[in-house]
């Protein structure tokens, strides 16, 4: 999970009643490919837009490649763009596409350890673990250490760690893959359970089944966020 940081291009404040809780505004990232003399920029974003409002599920939808988990790293500040500003306020939750755990720490230890990094009180990282492992179903894991989970439970781990502190905002790089079918349906509640709080939610996906959860769908093409 990466952190929120600060940059020149971020500005972020306390939850308001008004207004989007994020806003990215024009921004572009390039990279360079190849091997000097003959490296080439490759442009990845083009001036993309985009806005979540508070209590809204808002899916970001592209092909391999288009730059959405670019543009996400963007949003939640573990990247900088080359140009273009974000505006946040509110709690962020970050859960990325590859689960960042640590192999020899148990589910346990990893929510004790991100619980201490979010600032969390104990008893408040527990009753909060304690609700993250009923509501996903794998508590019988929580003395397993994370190179013996299974692909699915290590990603139910990976959601688990961005809602601990139960964010106003969270942002889902791929956050079903590798989910059964039972899971797939307990992660739409949990979404539509935020949704009810008020809180914002803005999941990523390179192909979107089920349109009818979400408030508003956003295609990224040619580098830029087009709403459906």
Not at 137 to 154: E, I, K, M, P
Request: net charge neutral; charged share 25%; glycine share 12%.
């Amino acid at each position: 999970m990466a952190s929120v940081g600060q940059s020149a291009t971020v500005e972020s404040g306390a939850a308001s009643g008004q207004g989007p809780v994020l806003t990215a505004h024009g921004i572009d990232k390039s990279y360079r490919r190849g091997i000097w003399p003959a490296r080439r920029r490759r442009q990845v974003l083009r001036g993309a837009d985009l806005t979540l409002g508070r209590g809204e599920v808002v899916g970001l939808v592209g092909e391999n490649g288009s730059g959405k988990s670019t543009l996400m790293k963007i949003l939640v500040g573990a990247l900088t763009p080359d140009s273009g500003t974000v505006a946040r306020s509110g709690r962020l939750g970050y859960c990325p596409q590859e689960p960042v755990v640590y192999e020899r720490l148990t589910c346990d230890e990893h929510f004790e350890l991100f619980g201490r990094a979010y600032g969390m009180a104990p008893a408040e990282e527990l009753r909060s673990r304690r609700a993250i492992y009923a509501a996903l179903g794998f508590d019988r894991y929580a003395g397993t250490r994370a190179d013996q989970l299974s692909g699915g439970t290590l990603a139910k781990l990976n959601l688990g760690l961005a809602l601990l502190p139960e964010p106003d905002v969270l942002l889902l790089d791929e956050p079903y893959a590798g989910f059964d079918w039972d899971t797939y349906l307990r992660f739409w509640d949990l979404v539509a359970q935020r949704r009810d709080a008020g809180h914002s939610v803005l999941i990523i996906s390179h192909f979107v089944a089920d349109e009818q959860r979400f408030d508003r769908i956003v295609d990224l093409r040619d580098g830029k966020a087009v709403p459906r």
